[in-house]
């Protein structure tokens, strides 16, 4: 067992008679510990799924989903394709804002306007769904159509995010019009510092922000009594974030948490063995994969005479045989995990039906590797994270193990999250353990990820790894241009596609896993956010 079993052992052995006495807060408080702390208040400003998840909780989108792409009517009542680019949108009436203005048209505008500008005022990549955008027309108060260049499928999807915020708070005196060059009229949108002080966090959602720690990410929410989809379940919700899984687990027993989010495999065993803790599992949209950097070797490759091995596809194929998925899932994710077999999670909406898995056969592994050119192997490094995803340093090095035994002698070198994102971002690094999700479609990821970075369609946003590819580019722009019904073939096509070339090796998908004290309901999200809504107190 390791310390850290044996640590919460101690204060599972120590805090029984507590923790039975509070098995549940009353409704009036939810203390919940996340993994990691929200970066801002500002939903917009990015800062990964902590961020996200507290910002679902106070602002809303046009349209919802339930945390695996199905979508339903949001701020957006309901919907009319006017045309195959003309999306007409009908906004819920009687909705109102924390401050007890109401929402109308002109606050959708603002706040489309406000993504693009998102930051402090600047045109910014974050924005780069709503490009395809042409024309934004207010028909009245709770009537709006979006014009889009071209028919855009995706286009109610990219919706559920957009966080309205009220136009109230901007200074923006006269009409607000889509005029990208003009920054849609608005003279100052509400800054990231004016969001983070609370002096415009304000929002529609069930939960409205009262306390914001820049720095340490903890928050404080009331709920919202006005909330147009009824009474909230709690009256008060603290945030936590604790990155030490392990003083996540003290917490919860101690009785200062009533939710923890990520408890580690061998936590899962202790919490499984109590009387008063009960641990959720939920398949999320997340797949943690093999990152690779094409382009130049990095200096960390050896004995290839300077070439970038990857380059050849052989060589992505050999490292994707080369990894037993299904022990990594049993031994290392305790099952919590599934066993990947394409990028886009299998059980997601859109997925490829009936692909084989990636079969572990480690001497198909090495003839791929002498079909490449290196019967003998190379050297390489292997980076990751200890504080990201669930368990993966534990998973980095056991893939490390993977490759050497094929040939691929792999050093294995771990880092916080923190430097990490700086080795991405400058990409020296050139094959890492990384997860990147989506809940917008089953391409939507691979669109961000893998496309040749192009301004007007969005795609390639997030493509850090310099992979392009003309044929893969085709098929991407093929789905984006097509009908919202339409767009199933296309997809098939393009994900077939990259499983077929491995630009990136699918490892598995991450489950979203949360412990609680007993008699609480909860209903997981496969996008990782928990929604306070979804968390119901203990029967009294």
């Given amino acids: 067992m390791s310390r850290l079993s044996n640590i919460a052992m101690a204060a599972l052995a120590s805090t029984t008679m507590l923790a039975a006495a509070q098995i549940s807060h009353a409704a009036d408080e939810l203390n919940v510990a996340y993994y990691s702390a929200p970066l801002s208040a500002d939903p917009y400003q990015g800062g990964g799924v902590p961020t996200s998840a507290l910002g679902f909780n106070v602002y809303e989108g046009l349209f919802f989903n339930d945390g695996y792409t199905n979508l339903k009517p949001g701020l957006a009542e309901s919907y009319e394709w006017l045309a195959s680019n003309i999306l007409q949108l009908n906004l819920r009436k009687g909705v109102k804002f924390h401050d007890g203005k109401p929402f109308t048209s002109r606050d959708v505008v603002y706040s489309l306007c406000r993504m693009m500008f998102a930051r402090d005022g600047k045109l910014g990549i974050i924005g780069g769904s709503l490009r395809p955008i042409k024309d934004i027309k207010v028909l009245d108060d709770h009537t709006v159509q979006l014009i889009t260049k071209e028919p855009y499928p995706y286009l109610r999807a990219k919706l559920f995010y957009t966080y309205v915020m009220p136009a109230h708070l901007a200074d923006a005196p006269g009409e607000i019009t889509w005029d990208l060059d003009n920054k849609c009229g608005v003279k100052s949108f509400a800054s990231r510092a004016e969001i983070d002080n609370l002096d415009k966090a304000v929002g529609t959602g069930p939960y409205k922000l009262t306390g914001y720690k820049k720095g340490t990410g903890d928050a404080v929410l009331e709920g919202f009594n006005d909330y147009w989809g009824g009474a909230p379940n709690w009256k008060k919700v603290k945030v936590h974030a604790v990155s030490s899984s392990g003083a996540r687990l003290a917490g919860l027993m101690a009785g200062d948490f009533d939710v923890i989010e990520n408890p580690t495999t061998d936590e899962i065993k202790v919490l499984q063995k109590a009387d008063d803790f009960m641990v959720t599992s939920a398949p999320s949209l997340r797949p943690i994969y093999l990152r690779i950097t094409f382009g130049d070797a990095q200096a960390d490759i050896t004995g290839t005479n300077g070439k970038n091995p990857f380059e050849d596809k052989n060589v992505r194929l050999a490292v994707a045989h080369a990894i037993d998925r299904a022990a990594i899932v049993k031994r290392i994710m305790g099952g919590n995990a599934t066993a990947a077999n394409q990028i886009s999670p299998r059980y997601m909406p859109g997925a490829l039906e009936g692909a084989e898995d990636i079969a572990y056969d480690p001497e198909k592994a090495k003839d791929l590797l002498a079909k490449a050119g290196y019967p003998n192997g190379f050297g390489m490094t292997l980076y990751g994270t200890n504080d990201r995803y669930i368990n993966d340093a534990r998973v980095v090095q ?43 479609g089953a391409l939507i990821a691979v669109q961000r990820t893998l496309a040749t970075p192009n301004k007007e369609t969005g795609a390639g946003q997030r493509n850090r790894s310099n992979y392009s590819n003309a044929e893969l580019d085709k098929l991407i722009t093929a789905q984006l241009t097509g009908d919202e019904d339409k767009i199933a073939p296309f997809e098939k096509k393009a994900l077939e596609f990259v499983r077929q070339e491995m630009p990136v090796i699918p490892l598995y998908y991450q489950h979203y896993t949360i412990a609680h004290k007993k008699g609480m309901s909860i209903t997981e999200r496969g996008d990782e956010r928990l929604l306070f809504q979804n968390v119901h107190p203990a029967a009294k």
């Fill in 398 to 440: 056991a893939i490390g193990q993977y490759l050497t035994r094929i040939g691929i002698k792999t050093k294995v070198e771990v880092m916080g999250k923190g430097i990490f994102n700086k080795r991405v971002r400058a990409k020296d690094m050139q094959v890492m353990l990384y997860g990147y999700g989506h809940t917008q």
